[in-house]
């Protein structure tokens, strides 16, 4: 019996397209909103989120997934987005993180990110495989939605950007650690920095690298 495609058969396309929005911008009256996340992998630092509502009369040039950005082309989008669009942001500090786990504590940064827009969005698309409770506008998951819709990979630019930033500000109040230059990921400098030092207050407890170098130190 021969195979019938499905969406997870199909190749997605090498960068994200109007065609997600489309299908939804007739019911929804065009008010569709992007959501991403920063900072579900590093070692310290928070997690933010952010959820972009782009005008589509002014959608700027060359969106796509933060990742496959460099630093330059992430900072001029930034604010080519902030200033045409609706944007919020909202964070989860590293306590909250190793309270909550940061599954969770990324998807309530999202809810609260939505709820901070000046405008309510009648639909929401999301990154990832996670519609997070507690929004009161309906919506789905889109994996690998930062390269597949446009909103999520505005959202996806806004919430790395916001984040780095935060990071390198994060040196400056707690130097040594080199969070400018690996923002909080477990690369060998950061791995060196905490055997050296131990962990910040900025370091996530629940992260296993970082509860090793703390009882490598008692």
Known sequence: ???????????????????????HAAAFDGFL?????????????PVVTAAVMLDYNRVPKGLNDSKKLTEARREALFEEIVASAHVSVASASPATIDRLNI??????AM?????LLAAVPAYVL??????????????QALV??????????AASIVAKVTRDRMM?????????????R????????????????????HHRMSFRPVRVAADARR
Not at 103 to 108: G, H, I, N, V
Not at 144 to 153: E, F, H, S
Not at 168 to 180: I, K, S
Request: hydrophobic share 35%.
């Open 111 to 115: 809810v609260r990110a939505v709820t």
């Open 126 to 139: 999301i990154d990832g495989r996670d519609v997070p409770a507690g929004l009161k506008s309906p919506g």
């Open 168 to 180: 390198v500000r994060l040196e400056e109040h707690c130097p040594g650690y080199g969070f400018a």
């Open 103 to 108: 599954r969770a504590a990324t998807l309530s």
């Open 144 to 153: 690998k939605g930062d390269g597949r819709c446009l909103c999520v990979a």
């Open 182 to 201: 690996h923002k909080g990921y477990g690369v060998p400098l950061h791995q060196a920095a905490l055997a050296r030092l131990g962990p910040s207050p």
């Open 33 to 45: 909103c992007g959501v991403d996340e920063a900072g579900r992998g590093p070692w310290a630092g």
């Open 1 to 23: 019996m021969p195979h019938t495609p499905t969406l997870f058969d199909l190749p997605f396309p090498d960068q994200p397209d109007l065609d997600i929005e489309r299908r």
